[in-house]
């Protein structure tokens, strides 16, 4: 009956091993399963940002599209051959890039005249502000001349006073 106790102990101690073993895989199961569970939840976050920064990216564009669709009706109003011209370049679109690449070439494009327009408006109001100057230094040298001739003729008139005819003023 002693080694039928010392089976029974010694199985004892083997299940209890066992149940520890299997305690501790279960546990590291657990941890194992938390951190797939924050793998994933960090992974949903993450896309549900870029979810959202899509949408945003795909309203702007969507109101940049409107945008262009209203200057295309106004274009094809004020000029439609280059109205038509653009419809052609705008129908070679065929991806997101390239309208995005397209779009960026157009604001540079827009960007480099507004440039060139602030340069001509400066170089305007230059040229404005320097024939006002010569106008009115013009108008003030007549304005001397017109003073001294005057007296000129007055001295003139007097001296010829008998020449004058009816006709003559």
Do not use: C, F
């Amino acid at each position: 009956m002693n080694n039928d106790v010392r089976e029974w102990l010694t199985q004892i101690k083997e299940l209890k091993q066992q149940l520890a073993d299997s305690i501790s895989d279960r546990n590291a199961a657990n941890e194992s399963a938390a951190n797939w569970r924050q793998l994933y939840n960090t992974e949903a976050q993450q896309r549900r940002a870029e979810n959202r920064l899509t949408q945003q990216q795909l309203d702007a564009l969507k109101a940049e599209i409107y945008q262009l669709q209203q200057e295309r009706v106004q274009l094809k109003s004020d000029n439609p051959e280059a109205a038509s011209a653009v419809e052609q370049e705008v129908a070679k679109v065929q991806t997101v890039e390239e309208l995005r690449a397209k779009l960026t070439e157009v604001m540079m494009e827009r960007d480099r005249l507004l440039d060139a327009l602030k340069t001509e408006q400066t170089n305007h109001a230059q040229t404005r502000k320097s024939l006002t100057a010569v106008i009115g230094d013009t108008i003030d040298q007549l304005a001397k001349e017109r003073g001294n001739r005057p007296q000129n003729e007055e001295t003139r008139g007097q001296g010829d006073a008998g020449t004058r005819r009816d006709g003559d003023v």
